[in-house]
C-alpha cells in the first residue's frame, strides 16, 4: 500500500495544489517502477467526517495513480473497521 497520500499531476491541479513549487522533487518505488514525484505536506484531508491536518503527499508528476490513494499518513491516523466489503474510518481519540 501508498505510505502517503498519492495522486496524479491532474489530480493535484485539479484541487489546486502547486506541488512543483510547494513540493521537493523525488523518486517514488511503485510496483510499476520508479516514478518522478514531488513531496508536499497537504494542508487538510477530509474524507467524510474525518478531517486531518498536515498530511505527508507525494504528486506523481503523470498519469498514476488512477485514484487518490490515502496511504499510511493518513490511514495511521484513523481506527479502521472491516465488515464484509465495508471498511469504516473513524478519527481517533
Same mark, same amino acid.
Not at 508536499?40 to 491536518?53: A, C, T, Y
Given at each position: +500500500?501508498? %505510505?502517503?497520500?498519492s495522486m ?7 484541487? +489546486?495544489?502547486?506541488?512543483?513549487l510547494e ?6 518505488? %511503485?510496483?510499476?517502477? #520508479?516514478? *518522478?514525484?514531488? @513531496? @508536499? /505536506?497537504?494542508? *487538510? ?5 474525518? #478531517? ?15 485514484? /487518490?490513494?490515502? +496511504? ?11 465488515? +464484509?466489503?465495508? @471498511? #469504516?474510518? #473513524? *478519527? *481517533?481519540?
Amino acid at each position: +500500500g501508498a %505510505t502517503l497520500v498519492s495522486m496524479n499531476k491532474h489530480q493535484a491541479k485539479r484541487i +489546486g495544489l502547486d506541488y512543483k513549487l510547494e513540493g521537493r522533487s523525488g523518486v517514488a518505488y %511503485t510496483a510499476s517502477g #520508479e516514478d *518522478k514525484v514531488y @513531496l @508536499l /505536506i497537504l494542508k *487538510k484531508v477530509k474524507v467524510g467526517d474525518i #478531517e486531518m491536518r498536515d498530511v505527508a503527499a507525494a504528486v506523481h508528476d503523470g498519469d498514476h495513480p488512477d485514484v /487518490i490513494l490515502l +496511504g499510511n499518513a493518513f490511514l495511521s491516523r484513523v481506527d479502521m473497521n472491516r465488515e +464484509g466489503r465495508v @471498511l #469504516e474510518l #473513524e *478519527k *481517533k481519540q
